[in-house]
């Protein structure tokens, strides 16, 4: 079992940046890709980005270029960086792990980002 809990969201304003965190515990050595999703009201879950070990990532048309995920292995921290936030990335923003590069295994709460305009 892996427990993941996010944490770092708020209220921002168009422009500006945030940090979430992913703090990850239990059977992290099963894990080799870690990701973070969002849902907006109304919407269904998205990927916003993928990394796996060795830090092969991946984004989401509509952040690449703003959004940055990386993972701090000697920690259990998983980040996603999020530069020039638009209104549009106001959503519920999860974290989840997977044993494999297509799957996600585990699911954390969620964080809410709300970007004002």
């Known amino acids: 079992q892996v427990q993941l809990l996010e944490s770092g969201g708020g209220l921002v304003q168009t422009g500006t940046s945030l940090t979430l965190s992913c703090a990850a515990s239990?059977?992290?050595?099963?894990?080799?890709?870690m990701a973070w999703h969002r849902q907006a009201p109304g919407k269904q879950r998205e990927l916003v980005g993928k990394?796996?070990?060795?830090?092969?990532?991946t984004y989401s048309d509509s952040v690449k270029g703003r959004f940055s995920i990386s993972w701090d292995y000697a920690k259990n921290m998983v980040y996603l960086q999020m530069n020039r936030l638009k209104p549009e990335d106001t959503a519920v923003y999860y974290c989840?792990?997977?044993?494999?590069?297509?799957?996600?295994?585990?699911w954390g709460q969620g964080t809410q980002v709300t970007v004002s305009s």
């Open positions: 989840s792990a997977g044993s494999t590069w297509y799957g996600a295994d585990y």
């Open positions: 239990g059977s992290i050595g099963s894990i080799n890709t």
């Open positions: 990394i796996r070990r060795g830090g092969m990532s």
